[in-house]
C-alpha cells in the first residue's frame, strides 16, 4: 500500500529532516515494507536515501529560467527528487491552477519520468448538486490528463473533506472508487480528514489503494502508526 504525508507549509528545515528520520527509524525498526512518500515544504527538501520517499509539493513545468518565486526541475534534481504532487486542492483553489497548467506540470515531469501523485475531488457545491453532476466535475479533472503512465498514483481528495475533520462514508468512498477505478488502473489513494482514529478501516476498503494525510501526518508517531496499519493489512 502507498502512505503518503503532505506537510504542506508546515514545520521548519530542521523539524523536516527530524521528521524523515523517525519515520525512517519506525519503518525500519517494524519491518515495514509499504511504499512511504513524504512531501516537505518545498525550502525543506533535501537529499535523502532510505525507504521514505521524499516528493515535492509543487514545480513549474521548466527546467529553470525566469519564474519568479518557482522552482524548476534544475533545483530538483540537486537533492535527486523524483516524485511530485500534481493537482492538489490547495493548488487548483487556493492558488487558482487551471487543469491546463496541471496538464503542462504533469507532462512536463511525466517526460522526466518523475513519479506523479495527482489529485482530484470535488467542492462542497458540486458534491451537493448530486452524484451526477459530481463525477462530471471530477472527469473533467482527468481531461489531458494520461492515465495510462505507468509512474502515476491517483489521489481522490473531496475539497470539502481536507482539513475539515469531515469525511465521506466508508460506503461513498468504495463507490466513487470504483467509478474513479474505471478511469485508471493507477492505484488510488483516498484524502481527506485522515487520521489514526479512521485510517485503519479507510486503508481496508475495496479499492483504496493507500492514503494522502494531511493534518494529521504532522504528528509524526501517528502517521507511523498509519503505516503500521498498512503493513498489516498488507493488501
Ligand atoms: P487533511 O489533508 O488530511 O488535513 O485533510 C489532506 C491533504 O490535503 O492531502
Not at 475495496?206 to 504532522?218: F, K, T, W, Y
Request: proline share 3%; charged share 25%; aromatic share 8%.
Amino acid at each position: 500500500m502507498i502512505i503518503a504525508a503532505n506537510l504542506k507549509t508546515n514545520l521548519t528545515r530542521e523539524k523536516s529532516v527530524k521528521y524523515i528520520k523517525e519515520v525512517e527509524n519506525f519503518l525500519d525498526k517494524n519491518s515495514i515494507s509499504q511504499e512511504v512518500l513524504v512531501f516537505p515544504a518545498i525550502s525543506n527538501l533535501n537529499r535523502h536515501s532510505g525507504r521514505v520517499t521524499i516528493g515535492t509539493q509543487n514545480a513549474y513545468p521548466t527546467i529553470n529560467g525566469a519564474f519568479t518565486g518557482e522552482i524548476g526541475y534544475e533545483q530538483l534534481e540537486e537533492f535527486g527528487i523524483k516524485t511530485i504532487l500534481i493537482g492538489h486542492s490547495e493548488r487548483r483553489h487556493v492558488i487558482g491552477e487551471t487543469q491546463e497548467m496541471l496538464v503542462k506540470k504533469f507532462d512536463f515531469y511525466k517526460e522526466l519520468g518523475f513519479k506523479i501523485i495527482y489529485c482530484v475531488g470535488e467542492p462542497l457545491e458540486v458534491r451537493e448538486a448530486g452524484h451526477e453532476k459530481m463525477m462530471e466535475y471530477i472527469s473533467k479533472q482527468y481531461a489531458g490528463i494520461d492515465v495510462t503512465y505507468e509512474n502515476l498514483i491517483i489521489a481522490y481528495e473531496p475539497v470539502w473533506a481536507i482539513g475539515t475533520g469531515l469525511t465521506p462514508t466508508l460506503e461513498d468512498i468504495v463507490a466513487i472508487h470504483k467509478e474513479l477505478k474505471a478511469k485508471s488502473s493507477a492505484p488510488l489513494l483516498y484524502g481527506g480528514s485522515v487520521k489514526v482514529t479512521n485510517a485503519k478501516e479507510v486503508l481496508a476498503l475495496e479499492g483504496v489503494d493507500g492514503i494522502l494525510v494531511g493534518s494529521a501526518a504532522l504528528y509524526v508517531e501517528h502517521f507511523c502508526t498509519m503505516c503500521e496499519y498498512a503493513e498489516k493489512l498488507n493488501k
